[in-house]
């Protein structure tokens, strides 16, 4: 894998009661904000290791400067996303990393489980497919990428649902894509999901009680 591959990670700005709102209404939305915002640090500190070209892609109305004080000197750029649903900004998002290089990746900032290992493989799978999918436990996706052009995989997808990757799968194959799929991961978006990562990494620091 060489610098040719675009990195896009899709983050929101820190804020209380925007981030992480599922997980908040059980835990808490200060808790929420605790948990995103290492989230967000390990996935951005992740993403630094890989040889790409590293881009933030924030909402619209977010202020992305907490997230650039996090990368400061890293060489990271921040992006705006378009408005519309998730699959129209991340079909905006792909569609514009292509100007900067031949494949781009794009995740998540919630998967406390990405790898440097795990991103170099699937931006080296993106040498020998036109797409690569990396499913989530949940139904979702925590990885999508694309080579050379963005194929229309992102309409008519019941967006937040168990049925997100199994649409995706139906639509590539649909327009005829030639896509590898890598080993399913998890993201954090509900108390089981806090629950697991806590006992795979018991000393992650706690939320401050007040």
Known sequence: MSA??????????????????RLGREIGAAA????????????????????????????????PFELEQIVDGLGM???????????RRMQFALQAGLEFGPSVLLIGADCPVWTPAALAAAGQALSVASMV????????YVGI?????????????????????TQTRRLMTQAGVDWLELPTLWD????DD?????????????????
Not at 4 to 21: E, M, N, Y
């Open 194 to 210: 806090l629950d697991r990562w806590l006992q795979a990494e018991p000393n992650l620091p706690r939320p401050i009680a007040g």
């Open 32 to 63: 929420a904000l605790h948990w995103y915002r290492i989230l967000v640090h390990r996935t951005l500190m992740t993403a630094s290791t890989v040889p790409a070209q590293v881009q933030v892609w924030c909402p619209l109305e977010d202020d």
């Open 77 to 87: 750029t921040f992006h705006q996303q378009c408005s519309g649903d998730l699959g």
């Open 4 to 21: 040719d591959l675009v990195l896009q990670i899709f983050a929101r700005a820190p804020k209380l009661g925007c981030v992480k709102t």
């Open 145 to 165: 990428g694309v080579r050379g052009s963005v194929p229309p995989v992102f309409e008519g997808v019941p967006w937040s649902s168990a049925a997100v990757t």
């Open 188 to 191: 954090v978006d509900r108390p």
């Open 133 to 140: 999918l990396v499913p989530a436990e949940d139904g979702g």
